[in-house]
C-alpha cells in the first residue's frame, strides 16, 4: 500500500497509482475478513455491498482505516513495550552476529537505540556470549577504551544541535509541531529544487542575443 499510494506518485501516473492502490486495499480488505475470505476460497465471488472498490468509497478515511495515524504518544508506548523485550534481545543478538561485535553498528542497527541503552546491550550480549549462542568478537572485546567516551561526545553534540534546530523551527514536542515541521521542510526542498532549475536554465538555457555560435 505505501509503495501504491497515491499520494507518493507523480501527476501523471496519480491515477494508475490511485487504481493500484484500491487494488492492494481490496485485496487486504478480503484476507482480513474471514467471512468475506471463505466465501471468496469457495466460490471465488466477492460480495458487492462491501466491494472495497466502489467508485464512491472515501479512500483517505479507508486508509486511516488500516493504518491509523501513528502519533508521538503511540511511539513513546512502543518504546515503553519493545525495550527489555524478547524482540529487542533477538534484534541486539542479530545486529551483534551482522556487525561482528562492532558496537557503533548495533548500537546503529536496533531500533530506538542510543549511547544510553550500551550498558545494557553488553549485559544482553555478555549472556548471550555465556550461554553459547553467539561467539567473541575481538571487535566486542577488545575495543578501545576511548570509544564510548567517543560516542557519548557524539551524541551529546547532536543532542544539543537537535535541541538548537528544534527551537529555532518552534517545535513543542506535540504531534501538530512535528507535522508543521516536515511540511516547512518539504516546501523548503521544493524552493531549493525550483532554484536549482532555474539557475541550470540560466546557465545551460539558449544564448543571448547577439552573441554568435562559435564555428
Known amino acids: 500500500s505505501l509503495?501504491?499510494?497515491?499520494?507518493?506518485?507523480?501527476?501523471?501516473?496519480?491515477?494508475?497509482?490511485?487504481?493500484?492502490?484500491?487494488?492492494?486495499?481490496?485485496?487486504y480488505s478480503l484476507l482480513s475478513d474471514d467471512s468475506r475470505r471463505g466465501l471468496y476460497d469457495e466460490c471465488g465471488e466477492v460480495d458487492d455491498e462491501n466491494d472495497p472498490l466502489q467508485q464512491n468509497k472515501d479512500w483517505e478515511e479507508y486508509w486511516r482505516i488500516l493504518f491509523p495515524k501513528v502519533s508521538l504518544k503511540d511511539i513513546e508506548d512502543f518504546e515503553k513495550k519493545y525495550k527489555g523485550s524478547e524482540e529487542e534481545r533477538e534484534d541486539i543478538k542479530k545486529a551483534y552476529i551482522e556487525s561482528k561485535g562492532d558496537m557503533n553498528l548495533i548500537l546503529d542497527s536496533v531500533m530506538l537505540a542510543s549511547v544510553e541503552d550500551e550498558d545494557r546491550f553488553r549485559e544482553v550480549i555478555d549472556s548471550l556470549i555465556k550461554a553459547k549462542e553467539v561467539k567473541k568478537f575481538k571487535a566486542y572485546t577488545s575495543e578501545d577504551?576511548?570509544?564510548?567516551?567517543?560516542?557519548?561526545?557524539?551524541?551529546?553534540?547532536?543532542?544539543?544541535?537537535?535541541?538548537?534546530?528544534?527551537?529555532?523551527?518552534?517545535?513543542?514536542?506535540?504531534?501538530?509541531?512535528?507535522?508543521?515541521?516536515?511540511?516547512a521542510r518539504q516546501k523548503s526542498r521544493g524552493q531549493q529544487?525550483?532554484?536549482?532549475?532555474?539557475?541550470?536554465?540560466?546557465?545551460?538555457?539558449?544564448?543571448?542575443?547577439?552573441?554568435?555560435?562559435?564555428?
Not at 501527476?11 to 493500484?20: N, P, S, W
Not at 576511548?146 to 517545535?171: F, Q, Y
Open 145 to 183: 577504551s576511548g570509544a564510548k567516551k567517543s560516542r557519548k561526545r557524539v551524541a551529546d553534540l547532536e543532542a544539543k544541535e537537535a535541541e538548537a534546530a528544534r527551537k529555532e523551527m518552534g517545535l513543542d514536542g506535540s504531534d501538530a509541531s512535528l507535522e508543521n515541521m516536515i511540511l
Open 3 to 27: 509503495k501504491t499510494h497515491p499520494d507518493r506518485a507523480s501527476e501523471e501516473d496519480k491515477e494508475l497509482a490511485t487504481q493500484k492502490f484500491q487494488c492492494v486495499s481490496a485485496v
Open 193 to 215: 529544487a525550483e532554484s536549482f532549475l532555474d539557475s541550470l536554465a540560466a546557465k545551460y538555457g539558449a544564448p543571448e542575443k547577439g552573441k554568435k555560435k562559435k564555428k
